[in-house]
């Protein structure tokens, strides 16, 4: 095997399948890189048994020919090269790889391409279209939610729901950890055979919002029983799934919380961090007390040290007190954008629901704490 390349390509390449590579595998060839030169192409390969992704790129090919090398190391190697360095590689037996590049030259053990496993690339499954920036949306609003609890291991992943509704195909993201809930819908312009409903792994998810986070541009996606691939251009992404039943989440979302708090998102984020300074894992309730057009955030932690903070909002509800963890009602806040949010309570022990007007399809539900 022999091919040039620039490091520039080959490095992006590297930096999307080294970070899916297990680093305390048992197996020694799950810590290396397929690599695969042949048709004036370099195919690349990386794959942790859940995860696995395969890239294409167009190179000079002057022999034909395969190999697998140590992830960390090449990726390491490369990424240190000038940014305009071209690289020559050169395997004669496929168990030393030679790389040369402006006066460097490194030669690397190899373990053959034989011993590597076969990634599972069968397309057979019903296929959607998205963009990938809606895609990424979908994905960066609700996975703060997922849980990372292993006993509920069905929730260790984002919820992937297609269905027809009022004659829309709705795609659908859902986290939640039982404490929150994160749902975000999107019509695609797509009909679909059947319901699709499938729970996507956690790594998965922040493996494929890195992939998508600077992308412009339609992506293939095909799910099965099993598994789900993501066509990115020349680069193909394959998960397992998680192998269980995620909650109903439409009933978790209440419908009859009357009493609407309108408030301005900065000021309410502002004022929740500064009243859970004193805030601890042993205690970590901010409680909410609502009066007309004023709500009055104070806590109490496991020493007796107090914070207390009035905030001016529009609210014209029933007078009530409620609690929640200060972690989450500011992850929730967060993850809204718009200048003035809504909070909907029904009384101090259901859960709310948070929305802004620019994401109508967004919905936040959060369970409230004793207070």
Not at 217 to 225: G, N, P
Not at 264 to 278: E, G, Q, Y
Not at 289 to 298: P, T
Not at 351 to 371: D, F, G, H
Request: net charge negative; hydrophobic share 40%.
């Amino acid at each position: 095997m022999k091919f040039n390349i620039s490091k520039i390509k080959i490095f992006k390449c590297l930096s999307h399948l080294h970070s899916i590579v297990d680093k305390k595998n048992t197996l020694p060839v799950l810590s290396n890189i397929l690599i695969e030169a042949k048709n004036n192409s370099l195919i690349l390969s990386s794959t942790d048994m859940d995860i696995s992704i395969v890239e294409k790129l167009e190179c000079n090919v002057l022999e034909e020919g395969s190999t697998t090398i140590n992830s960390q190391m090449l990726y390491d190697i490369v990424r240190k090269l000038d940014d305009n360095s071209n690289l020559e590689v050169i395997s004669n037996n496929g168990k030393i790889l030679t790389l040369r590049a402006d006066g460097s030259r490194f030669s690397l053990s190899c373990l053959p391409k034989e011993d590597f496993p076969i990634i599972d690339q069968q397309n057979d499954g019903i296929d959607i279209k998205v963009n990938s920036r809606i895609l990424f949306n979908l994905i960066d609003k609700t996975r703060f939610a997922i849980s990372n609890e292993e006993t509920r291991y069905f929730l260790n992943g984002l919820y992937f729901n297609v269905f027809e509704e009022n004659n829309k195909t709705n795609l659908t993201l859902v986290g939640t950890d039982g404490h929150r809930l994160a749902k975000f819908s999107y019509h695609i312009e797509q009909k679909v055979d059947q319901i699709i409903g499938v729970i996507i792994p956690k790594k998965t998810i922040y493996e494929l919002s890195k992939l998508l986070s600077d992308l412009d541009e339609d992506v293939e996606i095909i799910v099965s029983s099993s598994k789900i691939i993501f066509f990115i251009g020349k680069l193909v992404f394959v998960s397992k799934l998680i192998d269980g039943t995620f909650p109903d989440y439409k009933r978790v979302i209440p419908k009859d919380n009357t009493n609407i708090l309108q408030v301005n998102r900065n000021n309410l984020l502002s004022a929740v961090d500064r009243v859970s300074t004193i805030a601890n894992d042993k205690s970590p309730v901010i409680k909410f007390k609502l009066l007309k057009d004023i709500i009055n955030l104070n806590t109490v932690n496991n020493d007796n040290s107090t914070a207390t903070e009035d905030l001016s909002l529009k609210y014209d509800g029933d007078e009530l007190e409620i609690g929640f963890n200060s972690k989450y009602i500011m992850d929730v806040v967060h993850n809204l954008e718009d200048e003035m949010i809504t909070l909907n309570l029904k009384d101090g022990s259901s859960p709310i629901t948070a929305q802004e007007k620019s994401n109508p399809n967004l919905i936040y539900v959060l369970m409230p704490m004793r207070v």
